[in-house]
Structures are given as structure tokens and as C-alpha cells.
């Protein structure tokens, strides 16, 4: 598996990223992700900030730690792995704002495009359904 947590600094990720706007809106989905884990964040492979953590099993019986929730900035987007299956998901996303989905990910380009009240509605749900799943 290629997505393990690492070691590097998320503060130092954070202050990688070139663009001041992306890496203000990386602080406030981290502080959303942080509140609804109560868990620091941490880095996963070299671009996955996750917060908390979940044992994940296989259909074959392999175990694997992994996060409740994270998020990556990328190229075209911002991209937070939510899930697919918490409560509320359809009527959640209906309401808040330009975005994109597919499976377990949520595409934002930038956050001024959503509502941020929606969106820790949709951060807190998911850490919700993804503890329970772990339970």
C-alpha cells in the first residue's frame, strides 16, 4: 500500500504551496477536519493531510491503519475524501455550492465557491459515518 502516514511536517506542506489562496483554504479545511476528529493532522504519503485514524480490513482479512477523513491539494482542485455513505450526503452536497463528486471525493476548486456552514456539515458527517464503521 502506497499511502501510509508519514513523518514530514504538515506545517512544512502547508508552506510549500505556492499559492497563498490554496494554502489559506488548506488551513481552514485542515482546522474543519481537526475540530470534527479532535485529532491533529498528519501527513499520508507526500500530499494526503489525514486526521484521526481507523483500522480498514479486507475482503481477505488484511488490516491497514487509516485515516477518518483527509484532503489533498491538487493541481485543479482541492480534493477532500469524504466518503460516499454518510447521512445526509445527497441533500448536503445539493446545498453547498460549485463542486464536483465522484465515489468517496469531493472536487473544490476554491472554497469561496461553497458554503463553509455545508461543508462542515459534510466534514462532520462523514468522520461520523467513518467512526462508526470503525467501531
Same mark, same amino acid.
Given at each position: 500500500?502506497?499511502?501510509?502516514?508519514?513523518?514530514?511536517?504538515?506545517?512544512?506542506? $502547508? *508552506?510549500?504551496? =505556492?499559492?497563498?489562496?490554496?494554502?489559506?483554504?488548506? +488551513?481552514?479545511?485542515?482546522?474543519?477536519m481537526a475540530q470534527a476528529t479532535k485529532s491533529k493532522a498528519k501527513m499520508w504519503s507526500s500530499s494526503i493531510v489525514g486526521f484521526g485514524?481507523?483500522?480498514?480490513?479486507?475482503?481477505?482479512?488484511?488490516?491497514?491503519?487509516?485515516?477518518?477523513?483527509? $484532503? *489533498?491539494?491538487? =493541481?485543479?482542485?482541492?480534493?477532500?475524501?469524504?466518503? +460516499?455513505?454518510?447521512?445526509?450526503?445527497?441533500?448536503?452536497?445539493?446545498?453547498?455550492?460549485?463542486?464536483?463528486?465522484?465515489?468517496?471525493?469531493?472536487y473544490i476548486k476554491r472554497l469561496s465557491d461553497v458554503d463553509l456552514s455545508v461543508l462542515k456539515k459534510v466534514v462532520d458527517a462523514s468522520?461520523?459515518?467513518?467512526? =462508526?464503521?470503525?467501531?
Amino acid at each position: 500500500m502506497k499511502t501510509k502516514a508519514t513523518a514530514t511536517s504538515v506545517t512544512a506542506f $502547508f *508552506s510549500g504551496i =505556492k499559492d497563498e489562496n490554496v494554502r489559506r483554504d488548506c +488551513r481552514v479545511v485542515a482546522r474543519l477536519m481537526a475540530q470534527a476528529t479532535k485529532s491533529k493532522a498528519k501527513m499520508w504519503s507526500s500530499s494526503i493531510v489525514g486526521f484521526g485514524e481507523r483500522t480498514i480490513t479486507y475482503a481477505d482479512g488484511r488490516e491497514w491503519p487509516w485515516m477518518l477523513i483527509a $484532503f *489533498s491539494p491538487r =493541481k485543479a482542485n482541492l480534493t477532500l475524501y469524504v466518503g +460516499r455513505n454518510f447521512d445526509g450526503r445527497d441533500a448536503l452536497l445539493g446545498k453547498l455550492g460549485k463542486h464536483s463528486a465522484a465515489g468517496g471525493c469531493l472536487y473544490i476548486k476554491r472554497l469561496s465557491d461553497v458554503d463553509l456552514s455545508v461543508l462542515k456539515k459534510v466534514v462532520d458527517a462523514s468522520v461520523k459515518r467513518a467512526k =462508526k464503521a470503525s467501531a
